[in-house]
């Protein structure tokens, strides 16, 4: 779930990404025993979409672009921030996915 509530809380962080347990689509609350678990974005104030390509979830913010991989246990996913503000074009071979980006403010 990407703009969704943190784990404990019922207020929606529009930067926190989330993930159920992979054996069940309904635990969403990380134990010792599953894989659910959740993650803050470091940058920008709200996630405006999300891209699910070969390799990888690319999740867009209004500042950034982050990989969203997964890496299996302990951690289930990792995040990267491919790209920031003022930056026009990246080309991502890892996916072999071309995006262009602009930021107008």
Do not use: H
Request: aromatic share 16%; with cysteine; net charge neutral.
């Amino acid at each position: 779930a990407f703009g969704c509530n943190p784990i404990g809380t019922s207020t929606i962080d529009p930067l926190f990404v989330r993930w159920s347990d992979s054996e069940s689509l309904v635990d969403w609350t990380p134990s010792a025993t599953n894989s659910s678990g959740g993650v803050k974005l470091s940058s920008g104030s709200q996630i405006v979409g999300a891209i699910k390509s070969r390799q990888e979830t690319l999740v867009f913010t209004d500042a950034s672009i982050f990989s969203m991989r997964f890496v299996g246990s302990p951690f289930y996913f990792s995040f990267n921030e491919l790209f920031c503000r003022k930056a026009i074009c990246n080309i991502c071979y890892s996916s072999i996915l071309v995006w262009c980006f602009i930021f107008i403010f």
